[in-house]
């Protein structure tokens, strides 16, 4: 439907006249581009936002796509699907950030699969007040829910993609990285258990877990207490998303532009990568030396 109208400037222009006629929310239509995973739900919002706009239109230009329009259940698949698209990028937003890792984004995961469980149960109590579009378009046109079986599914689905795509994410075994403060972790190496033992007697040294984050707090251990630092920091230490990667490359796009094309793109990395990274000058030094000396 969408490609209907947008795929011809005519139509675009015509259908932005009856939109401006009627004093809809809207003048135009979204394309979806699959580079931009944003814009599935938006794209789905502002077409279900602009229905009877998009209706009449496609009456008008005797489209055969014009019909759909008036079968309640498809209008309210296409309420669905405006509102779960939103709830999957609030999530995948949330999980973006330079100060990520694999078990705050693991919270975040088993966080939204106990609202899929919610979420499933409220709707097999008819119950769809977290589906906002779905749940006004019902209370609009008072019309039956006729799609319940297949949100049930697609729910069930969904959380069953989630078990097979994460299902391997770290749980309570890893709770002493969390917070060393609340946690016997009895299964660890004794040198470990022992260090551990020692830092949650440091009440000067625990006075900085809530001031720093917890990949900086157990990189500052490394001298005090280095056989739990070096354990934490593995956990904490590899790249849980493809954000800084992303990021990298957004910098790079914004810094190559027609009045600096002909920099080192080499060196127009480094720099996107580090312009947020404090320099450890003492190691660099170190390193220096190291060379130095051979």
Not at 259 to 269: F, Q
Request: charged content about 25%; proline content about 4%.
């Amino acid at each position: 439907m969408v490609n209907e109208i947008k795929a011809h400037p005519l139509q675009t222009r015509l259908f932005k006249m009856l939109c401006e006629e009627v004093g809809a929310p809207y003048l135009s239509l979204l394309f979806y581009s699959k580079s931009r995973w944003l814009s599935r739900g938006k794209v789905i919002r502002r077409l279900i936002t602009l229905r009877f706009e998009v209706r009449e239109f496609l009456y008008a230009k005797e489209s055969p796509l014009a019909a759909y329009w008036d079968e309640p259940k498809f209008v309210q698949q296409v309420s669905y699907l405006a509102d779960i698209p939103e709830k999957l990028n609030e999530l995948n937003v949330s999980m973006h950030g330079r100060n990520t890792n694999i078990l705050s984004l693991s919270d975040k995961i088993n966080g939204f699969q106990g609202k899929l469980n919610i979420w499933r149960r409220k709707a097999l109590n008819n119950v769809f007040e977290m589906f906002p579009t779905l749940h006004d378009l019902l209370e609009e046109d008072e019309n039956n829910l006729l799609i319940k079986n297949q949100i049930t599914e697609h729910l069930d689905t969904l959380s069953t993609k989630l078990e097979e795509w994460f299902g391997d994410l770290p749980g309570e075994e890893l709770d002493w990285i969390r917070n060393p403060l609340r946690v016997e972790e009895w299964d660890m190496p004794l040198k470990h258990l022992e260090e551990l033992t020692d830092l949650q007697a440091d009440r000067t040294t625990m006075q900085n877990f809530h001031s720093m984050s917890l990949d900086r707090f157990w990189l500052s251990l490394t001298m005090d207490y280095p056989s739990i630092s070096d354990k934490a920091v593995r956990v904490l230490l590899p790249f849980s998303t493809t954000y800084l990667a992303e990021a990298t490359f957004s910098d790079l796009t914004y810094m190559k532009n027609r009045h600096r094309a002909k920099l080192d793109v080499r060196n127009d990395l480094r720099v996107a990568a580090t312009r947020n990274t404090s320099a450890r000058v003492k190691k660099l030094v170190e390193v220096v030396q190291a060379q130095g000396s051979h």
